[in-house]
């Protein structure tokens, strides 16, 4: 048995893979049979993934980067209060790999790695049924937690892309995917390339108090009576309502 907690931390997004170091088909069918126990609704368990290795892997990558050279993913917007995440993400990485701002060429090979899985070996595709909604998506969702701490356990590392989805036309494709699944995510998985400065990084998270709420009780006047996690009462409801807790 693996340490989970250990697992957990050592989970991160791996920005390049040893292109020329198999993943054992083993060790991907034993993350699997893990993945598979993910609580979902009813039990229909919704995920679907379609993996893609050697010369389809290959087909794939090549049509994914021609159609990226011509023109952006179609992926859905990121509304205006979240883009500081990305922004903040995004400097950490680029910054990582010691590319500028104003290199724009060196930003732009590096986004087109998104399309090549960067160089991972093994290219998934995470999709759902069409008529399914967002309580379906979250037990994809679990679905997919699983499967990557499974694989982080067994010395692989992943990565999750939403930006493979932009482009459904050309997966369909390349890839026997029906018609009523939507295609949610990529997902590279390979052995981490140890020289590949970003696959070191850590990228923070937001403290507890930021995103987690305990209520304790409700008095006669209806006021919640809450603790946030580091015990104090009452402030993380008075600071969210005036925006305080979004901007921690």
């Given at each position: 048995?693996?340490?989970?907690?250990?697992?957990?931390?050592?989970?991160?997004?791996?920005?390049?893979?040893?292109?020329?170091?198999?993943?054992?088909?083993?060790?991907?069918?034993?993350?699997?049979?893990?993945?598979?126990?993910?609580?979902?609704?009813?039990?229909?368990?919704?995920?679907?993934?379609?993996?893609?290795?050697?010369?389809?892997?290959?087909?794939?990558?090549?049509?994914l980067?021609?159609?990226?050279?011509?023109?952006?993913?179609?992926?859905?917007?990121?509304?205006?209060?979240?883009?500081?995440?990305?922004?903040?993400?995004?400097?950490?990485?680029?910054?990582?790999?010691?590319?500028?701002?104003?290199?724009?060429?060196?930003?732009?090979?590096?986004?087109?790695?998104?399309?090549?899985?960067?160089?991972?070996?093994?290219?998934?595709?995470?999709?759902?049924?069409?008529?399914?909604?967002?309580?379906?998506?979250?037990?994809?969702?679990?679905?997919?937690?699983?499967?990557?701490?499974?694989?982080?356990?067994?010395?692989?590392?992943?990565?999750?892309e939403?930006?493979?989805?932009?482009?459904?036309?050309?997966?369909?494709?390349?890839?026997?995917?029906?018609?009523?699944?939507?295609?949610?995510?990529?997902?590279?998985?390979?052995?981490?390339?140890?020289?590949?400065?970003?696959?070191?990084?850590?990228?923070?998270?937001?403290?507890?108090?930021?995103?987690?709420?305990?209520?304790?009780?409700?008095?006669?006047?209806g006021?919640?009576?809450?603790?946030?996690?580091?015990?104090?009462?009452?402030?993380?409801?008075?600071?969210?309502?005036?925006?305080?807790?979004?901007?921690?």
């Amino acid at each position: 048995m693996f340490d989970l907690e250990r697992t957990i931390l050592d989970r991160r997004s791996i920005r390049m893979f040893l292109a020329d170091r198999p993943v054992p088909h083993e060790l991907v069918i034993e993350a699997l049979h893990l993945a598979v126990h993910a609580p979902s609704n009813s039990n229909i368990q919704p995920w679907r993934l379609v993996l893609a290795s050697g010369p389809a892997r290959a087909r794939l990558v090549g049509a994914l980067l021609e159609r990226a050279s011509a023109g952006p993913p179609q992926v859905p917007k990121l509304p205006a209060r979240f883009t500081c995440a990305r922004r903040h993400l995004g400097a950490l990485v680029y910054g990582s790999m010691g590319v500028a701002r104003q290199d724009k060429e060196a930003r732009r090979v590096a986004v087109l790695r998104n399309w090549e899985f960067f160089r991972a070996p093994l290219a998934g595709i995470v999709c759902m049924d069409h008529d399914l909604g967002f309580v379906d998506a979250l037990g994809v969702g679990m679905f997919l937690q699983n499967l990557l701490l499974a694989l982080t356990a067994r010395g692989l590392g992943t990565c999750v892309e939403v930006s493979i989805a932009g482009y459904p036309e050309t997966i369909r494709d390349h890839l026997p995917i029906a018609e009523n699944l939507r295609i949610l995510c990529g997902l590279a998985i390979g052995y981490p390339d140890p020289e590949f400065p970003a696959n070191r990084l850590s990228t923070p998270r937001n403290p507890l108090e930021a995103n987690v709420v305990f209520v304790d009780d409700v008095d006669e006047l209806g006021h919640q009576h809450t603790d946030n996690v580091s015990g104090s009462p009452a402030t993380l409801v008075h600071d969210a309502a005036h925006g305080v807790g979004g901007a921690r």
